[in-house]
């Protein structure tokens, strides 16, 4: 129940992140959550946090920077579109923490925009399904413009019935839900494609 993108709610009432973001506070925190959950009673979450004491006899360190894993750091530009706002958000901040500059589109619209600006982009990474414009009919468009750009579908959906459905070479996908981990992995290898 704390994986990205994990719920039980209907298709359209949630997106999975709730309590994704709690577990990352608790465990940025230092700290552990459990859940018990009774049938017909509900579910009852614990969370335990270190306790903070300050000594000023005693001069800690800094705290050393987080690690950076070195086989999955990057380098570019890369433009997210997803129309759901939580999952940009987090897949945006999974991205730009493994090195990369991000742009962000909640639409196929607004990506196209951002495409024709002088910054150049790397990787675009898109959803599938979205509304006005959909992620196959914007990767069409761009494709126009930039044969080589590569690309990076996420979808809740199978990949053998996208694949059947869009007619687009060259193309990756992420299946929803997906770890930070396999972001940065699928973002790293669309790329490393590219030469």
Same mark, same amino acid.
């Given at each position: ?27 940025q925190s ?46 570019? /530009?890369?433009?997210?579109?997803? =129309?759901? #706002?939580? !999952? ?7 991205? $730009? &923490? %493994? ?33 006005t ?16 750009l ?10 053998? /019935?996208?694949?059947?459905?869009i =007619?687009? #070479?060259? !193309? ?7 770890? $930070? &981990? %396999? ?13």
């Amino acid at each position: 129940m704390f994986e990205p993108f994990f719920t039980t709610k209907e298709v359209g009432k949630g997106t999975g992140l709730g309590l994704s973001t709690v577990y990352g506070i608790v465990k940025q925190s230092g700290g552990f959550i459990f859940a018990d959950s009774q049938v017909g009673q509900g579910t009852s979450f614990v969370v335990y946090l270190p306790v903070h004491r300050t000594d000023p006899a005693a001069e800690a360190p800094a705290p050393a920077p987080p690690a950076v894993s070195g086989e999955l750091w990057g380098s570019g /530009t890369i433009l997210l579109v997803e =129309d759901e #706002d939580m !999952v940009r958000a987090v897949a945006e901040r999974a991205l $730009v &923490r %493994q090195g990369y500059t991000v742009l962000t589109a909640s639409n196929g619209e607004e990506a196209l925009e951002l495409l024709g600006t002088d910054e150049p982009v790397d990787l675009l990474i898109s959803d599938v399904m979205m509304p006005t414009m959909d992620g196959p009919t914007l990767v069409a468009h761009a494709r126009r413009r930039f044969p080589d750009l590569p690309i990076l579908f996420m979808s809740g959906y199978a990949e053998e /019935t996208l694949r059947r459905s869009i =007619d687009l #070479d060259h !193309v990756a996908f992420l299946p929803k839900p997906f770890s $930070v &981990r %396999q972001l940065a992995e699928a973002a790293r290898d669309a790329l490393a494609d590219r030469h």
